[in-house]
């Protein structure tokens, strides 16, 4: 029905944050985004207008997931993220320098970048072996669950570390039975540490989120930090997100140049 009455450009996205970060940057005369509620949504309502519908004025942006690691390449209309996620992106981007001056313990963070080194490179080394878990997951056909962790579980903290071992008893403890063995399941998570580094292509955007809180709350956080929760740090990234950083992607210059070629509106 929308359609009917709006001749403009159509973004689908996956989800409520998706749409508010997004919606910062459209051309909102004449661009709608419509929220698919899932990636797979995204791909098959944009097949469907398009191939079905002959709808040409739509497009969809979705998370890069495990496709990187799977070697899956997307095409257009559907634009995959630079990183992982939506979250990872941000993440990697000034944004996060901004939002680390507003909840950050100036000494704090400089004390423990002297013993540790740099926080962001600290926070994709605990985060990623969750995402790399759920590549072993997916590979293996082990349907581990991955809903709800509870990260205090397995992650330090005041160091931002990883306890492997402690990550894999916590998701199986969660999950049905597995024919792997738990120290098995450490030794090809370790071995996927070591071919894919400690990476955002790698890590689950959320994940990081929380391990971020974590530190805030616990070790590297001013006194506004204490009660943060992972909906207003990620708030807090994306209002901190500008448009010069996602001016900057990939997923902007080619959503730009595709549009254009097609002589559509998208971005302001």
């Not at 306890?163 to 998701?171: F, P």
Request: glycine share 8%; proline share 3%; with cysteine.
């Amino acid at each position: 029905m929308m359609r009917s009455a709006f001749k403009g450009t159509v973004l689908v996205v996956e989800g409520v944050s998706d749409s508010r970060l997004y919606g910062k940057f459209i051309d909102r005369e004449n661009v709608r985004i419509i929220i698919a509620h899932s990636k797979n949504n995204v791909m098959q309502s944009v097949n469907l207008l398009r191939d079905k519908r002959k709808d040409n004025a739509v497009l969809g942006i979705i998370d890069r997931d495990m496709d990187a690691l799977l070697g899956r390449k997307r095409s257009p209309p559907l634009f995959p993220t630079d990183k992982r996620d939506l979250e990872s992106t941000i993440l990697a981007s000034p944004a996060f320098d901004a939002v680390m001056a507003e909840y950050g313990d100036n000494d704090k963070v400089r004390n423990f970048e002297k013993r540790h080194g740099p926080i962001r490179d600290c926070l994709v080394r605990a985060a990623s072996p969750v995402g790399l878990l759920m590549f072993i997951s997916y590979r293996k056909g082990m349907n581990l669950s991955f809903k709800d962790l509870d990260f205090t579980f397995f992650v330090n903290p005041h160091a931002l570390t990883t306890d492997l071992s402690k990550l894999v008893a916590h998701v199986y403890s969660v999950s049905m039975g597995q024919r792997y063995q738990r120290g098995a399941v450490v030794d090809m998570l370790m071995d996927l540490i070591k071919d894919f580094g400690d990476s955002w292509d790698v890590t689950r955007g959320h994940d990081a989120v929380t391990v971020l809180k974590l530190a805030l709350r616990t070790s590297l956080g001013a006194y506004n930090s204490k009660g943060l929760t992972d909906g207003e740090l990620g708030g807090a990234l994306r209002l901190a997100y500008s448009r010069g950083a996602f001016e900057s992607t990939n997923l902007y210059r080619a959503t730009w140049d595709w549009c254009r070629e097609n002589g559509l509106k998208l971005w302001s």
